[in-house]
């Protein structure tokens, strides 16, 4: 019998003309309308919904526009230095193919739009077909049906594959399900090897991967340890380890990437202390039998393999020992690393979002115990088990960085399912419509999406308002009377200078993103400065206007009520800026900065792309 439910000869029936992947292509081209009506007006405008989007969109037109393929710099941010970023080619490749491409038939700005809107639903494809491929290893086709409908309604998920959506966390999803679906393939050395080749992209692309590197690369010697005749896949994965982190990075960011140390990316020292522990597997695993035939051999095969790791990294990474973010300045890390949420704890979110994601990740933990309890003495009773491990890492992983809730809630996607198969089944074999009507309510609360929509409504219930936590959108592209002024250096708040570069030729002092934390920590001392000392600091940038978000400074005016951010609240007159009524709208302000006799300060021009 097949997966944690049982089939019967009605649900085959009902069922049995349509295919699982036909229903993937269904429920994807569904997904598609939807998230196209859905964001029409966000696309008319490129109301990008993080900045990060809006920077890699201004990373892909410079990589268009001639700047090398290896130089990741912004030079239109931190003019004279350039804005630094970390972010890997692999993401810009297929944007910028599709845009030459469609370039052929239609002018490129067109091309560019219809890239943005459809390039991140078209990755939710992949994305439901791998999910098929999973459910139909753990269980029948009604289960499969009912987890292809989940899959492609949960939101905590599918939101990274909506229009605009550009950065690389629908990568990070869709990579991370392909590595599920290896993990329960068969134990070969061909398996081992491809969840490596998968997970070092996946690492290339965002040093986030590294953890489900290790979970996965945990599992595989945890089933090695079990049962050394498993040890195929392992030294499948291990050899992938000595080999794809290198030959990734040479393509994608260079020769300098390989022999350097850089905390927040896949440099030297994690490629030598991946490389490192999976030799020493390697070593063992093709050694004769005799030298892991017992346990107590094995485990220490294992130690060996982690000291090598641990004493690697600490010898050619020791100033990645404090994380990839142990460089912040004190105001920097106040101000703005740790109000970013998606990045935080579980219990740091607002009350809304902690509430819906917890009933939702609660729901989907009863369902894993319980499928698995199902699945007991069944062919697929081990892959359940080995699921349920792979949810307990990343659920944890997740309730440390919110963000990774993604993952976690898409490898509870089988449970789920299970979850609400066996409550369709139940209301279904009642002779009565409560019985039915319990069950098809039991059924919605089996959703990821009906527990979330249930948890914001239960905060309600606590808090004065569902407040998401996000930053709201204080402008768009199309806001933007500022971009029909000849290019300026910006001194602009931080999340908005993104957006800025993307609907302007002006330039910005920086950006949010971490490698420029002097320039982010200069920035911050301006707007928390009383304003005679705000200028010296403005000033000295050179730049033209000062620019910003009501809603970013409120934070900074109320902890320095007499600085320059609580100023500019307050409408209160400064000497040296000018209010641009004509350029300003909405929240969104300009300044033309002016010295003592009045006249306007030098702009600062960036220098072109090298």
């Keep these: 019998m097949a997966g944690p439910t049982a089939k019967t000869p009605d649900d085959r029936n009902r069922f049995s003309a349509l295919s699982p992947d036909r229903l993937a292509l269904i429920l994807w081209l569904g997904f598609v309308a939807a998230s196209l009506y859905i964001h029409r007006d966000a696309i008319a405008t490129l109301a990008f919904s993080d900045p990060d989007n809006a920077m890699r969109l201004v990373q892909v037109r410079d990589l268009i526009a001639g700047q090398s393929w290896f130089d990741t710099t912004q030079y239109r941010t931190n003019p004279g230095n350039g804005g630094l970023t970390h972010w890997s080619r692999f993401i810009d490749a297929p944007i910028v193919g599709l845009i030459q491409l469609l370039s052929l038939i239609v002018d490129p700005r067109t091309a560019e739009r219809w890239v943005l809107a459809a390039y991140p639903p078209l990755l939710a494809l992949p994305l439901l077909l791998v999910f098929s491929r999973i459910l139909q290893i753990l269980g029948d086709r009604p289960f499969v049906l009912v987890g292809l409908a989940i899959a492609a309604t949960t939101i905590t998920y599918l939101h990274h594959f909506a229009p605009l959506n550009i950065d690389h966390h629908n990568w990070q999803v869709l990579l991370s399900v392909v590595l599920l679906w290896l993990a329960l393939r068969p134990a070969s050395f061909t398996n081992g090897f491809l969840s490596a080749f998968v997970a070092t992209i996946y690492v290339e692309i965002s040093l986030e991967g590294f953890p489900f590197l290790g979970i996965f690369w945990a599992l595989f010697v945890l089933d090695w340890l079990r049962d050394p005749a498993r040890e195929s896949r392992l030294r499948g994965f291990s050899a992938g380890m000595v080999l794809l982190p290198a030959l990734w990075s040479l393509p994608l960011r260079g020769t300098h990437y390989v022999s350097s140390v850089f905390c927040d990316s896949f440099s030297l020292p994690y490629i030598a202390a991946a490389a490192l522990a999976g030799a020493v597997f390697l070593i063992f695993l093709t050694a004769p039998a005799r030298w892991t035939g017992s346990l107590a051999r094995r485990v220490s095969i294992v130690a060996a393999a982690g000291v090598a790791f641990a004493a690697s990294f600490s010898l050619t990474g020791a100033p990645c020992l404090a994380g990839p973010f142990g460089e912040l300045e004190p105001l920097v890390r106040i101000f703005w690393y740790e109000p970013i949420l998606e990045g935080r704890p579980l219990w740091e979110q607002v009350p809304a979002r902690m509430i819906a994601y917890s009933l939702a990740t609660a729901v989907g933990g009863a369902a894993t115990v319980w499928a698995c309890r199902r699945a007991r003495g069944r062919p697929e009773a081990e892959n359940w088990m080995r699921l349920a491990l792979l949810i307990l890492c990343s659920t ?81 592209r199309g806001d933007l009377a500022l971009a029909d002024e000849p290019p300026a250096l910006l001194f602009s708040s931080i999340h908005i200078a993104p957006t800025l570069l993307v609907g ?7 950006t949010g993103h971490h490698r420029n934390h002097a320039a982010i920590n200069r920035v911050l001392s301006a707007f928390l400065a009383p304003p005679d000392a705000a200028r010296r600091l403005v000033g000295a940038q050179n730049a033209r206007y000062l620019v910003f978000c009501e809603n970013e400074l409120a934070p900074l005016a109320r902890v320095s009520p007499r600085g320059l951010a609580a100023h500019l609240l307050e409408r209160r007159p400064i000497d040296w800026l000018e209010p641009q009524a004509k350029l300003s709208s909405g929240g969104f302000h300009v300044y033309r900065i002016v010295d003592i006799a009045g006249k306007s300060a030098r702009s600062s021009r960036n220098p072109p792309p090298r």
């Design 396 to 476: 944890i992983l997740a309730l440390l960085v919110i963000r990774s809730l993604a993952v976690a809630h898409a490898f509870m996607i089988p449970a789920f399912a299970a979850l609400a198969v066996a409550f369709w089944r139940w209301g279904d074999a009642g002779p009565g419509p409560w019985r039915r009507l319990c069950g098809t309510l039991l059924l919605l609360l089996s959703m990821p999406t009906i527990d979330i929509a249930l948890g914001f409504n239960l905060s309600l219930l606590t808090t004065r308002s569902a407040e998401s936590g996000s930053t709201p959108v204080c402008l768009s």
């Design 504 to 510: 302007t030729s002006h330039s910005v002092v920086t």
